[in-house]
């Protein structure tokens, strides 16, 4: 399961209708909890794949470190990252598996058609090598501030 | 010094997230860290020993690939080493097939990377490119009007692996377009041809031929060791058996087909997009759509269709540019023009949808509505006797004087016939009172089809002593006279 807050699930899929028709990216930061990527932060990243920003997203490992450190200096770890597909299903393509590398991170996509987000779905990145590597479909929870207090406490 | 491993990393690592070791290059630092971390190992390093592609290493702020000293640049122990998986992906579109593992187990000798530099050059290709090249698997279904230029280019390129389906022997009226076979390999298998030429062009790729014809018994065991299926193929029941085999078997079906003046082409059975069947689920009646062999082709439009499939595989390997899939590419040859239909792929579509209902492959000439090949073809066939060339070569010179209807076109009749009375196929229902009824007729076409459902017609219009000749003209020339071309 994924949680995250309403502001940064409705940031995440505001970023992809502002680059619409082309692809954003990001990265979700948090904690990972008994199976439950648990989102405190998320961080826009540029998309280096400027050849073909409609359809391809890249962030540069220069700005993964950084966010990255900042991370680390917060507590917080790398739990996952999102991206949009202009004008395609919020669903994981074979680009996007071949190309995921973060196991046991979520991969969440947001639908963005005519420039309007629609759906979001988070995927789980599971197995243990690139050769027997899947994505699995996993719950989105939206939790508010107070609920998470709560939990807290 | 000081190891930052990312998240997925840290199943190996004893979940902590950075690791201390004593090092005096960054080499060192990783060889220290997979030592006490022996898992690490396969995740960051190809069986060769090389960091994977996709593992970037960073020392403190710098990519190590782009350090002058690389990973012998020396470390102090302030530095810190970070580990990071690259972060990519995109919406469907193009279909990457290859995948990095493959990629990663070839390489490319001196005389390779002179022989491909012209693809070197190019960033959309480049080494990697090339690599994911030389690592396909693609599978000709073919070796004729369309596999010509197929193989030959795909040879050419690069594709590591090609293999080739055909049971045929060359034969002259194949070298119209057939351009990987030569005059003197007439009568020679195709199979044994092609390889010829084939690694004549570029002896750094392997051949496996199957010198079979493709059925449902050997499809998915010959596509299993393949990663994309091109189709160059020139009837339905074996259409429809490449796009089921390649659904049930997940791998891409790169489509074309010609006829006359024109020609389609399209990428069918990818994940995402439409298959051969939610464009046609059913086949035509038999006989409605003439093969080439009836119909003619222009010697050059396999060549024009073969290249756009062979540029189609080539995009799926390297996972570059827009594939055609979800669309359908119409050749004009004699307007030059290209058009384009979009394509869907059907829900309810029985072998790539939801609810499939064919999950397994069938007995296709069947499904086309083609019967079964009789081993005695004198044996009647849907009421209509068959008549062997020989058998009609005696009745002439017995005197007997059947009457010969030729359903041909006229312009067939002008390069062969044997004196028939000819009735177009097409206008024969219109013409049919220039035939007597009590007369026996012997009717024939080129090779046998055409002259079956004329016979048919004329059998339901209430002519009793109707004769289909077996073969056609063809058999004609084959068995009683060499001296009447065969076409």
Redo the contacts between chains.
Sequence with gaps: MLTITPSDYNALRAHGEETYPH?C?G?LLGY?DDGTNRVIAIER?GNT?TD?A??????A??E??RI?RQA?ERDM???G?Y?S????PA???????????????S?VITSVPKGTATVTTSFL?TGT???DKRFIDEPVHIETATARQKEAK | MKIHIPTPLRVYTEKQASVSVDAETVSDALAALTATHPDLKKHLYTEEGKLRSFVNIYLNDDDIRYLPEKEATPVKDSDTLSIIPSIAGGAPGATAVMNEVKREEVTLSNDEIQRYSRHLIMPEVGRDGQKKLKAARVLCIGAGGLGSPLALYLAAAGVGTLGLVDADVVDSSNLQRQVIHSTRDIGRSKLDSAEEKLTGLNPYIRIVKFNTMLNSANALEIFKDFDIIVDGTDNFPTRYLVNDACVLSGKPNVYGSIFRFEGQASVFATKEGPCYRCLYPEPPPPGLVPSCAEGGVLGILPGLVGVIQATEAIKLILGNGEPLIGRLLLIDALGMRFRELKLRKDADCPVCGANPTVTKLMDYQQFCGIPAVTEKTTEAKNLIPQMQPEELKRRIDAGEKPFILDVREPHEYQIANIGGHLIPLNTLQQRISELDTSQEIVVHCKSGGRSQQAAELLQKAGFMKVHNLAGGINAWSEKVDPRSPKY
């Design positions: 692809e990216c990265v990972a990243a794949r073909r409609h359809d391809r997203y890249n962030i490992p220069e993964l470190i990255q680390r770890d790398i739990v990252f991206h597909h202009p004008d395609h669903q994981w393509s074979q680009t996007d598996l071949a190309e995921a590398h973060w196991i046991g991170c991969y990145l090598t690139e050769e």
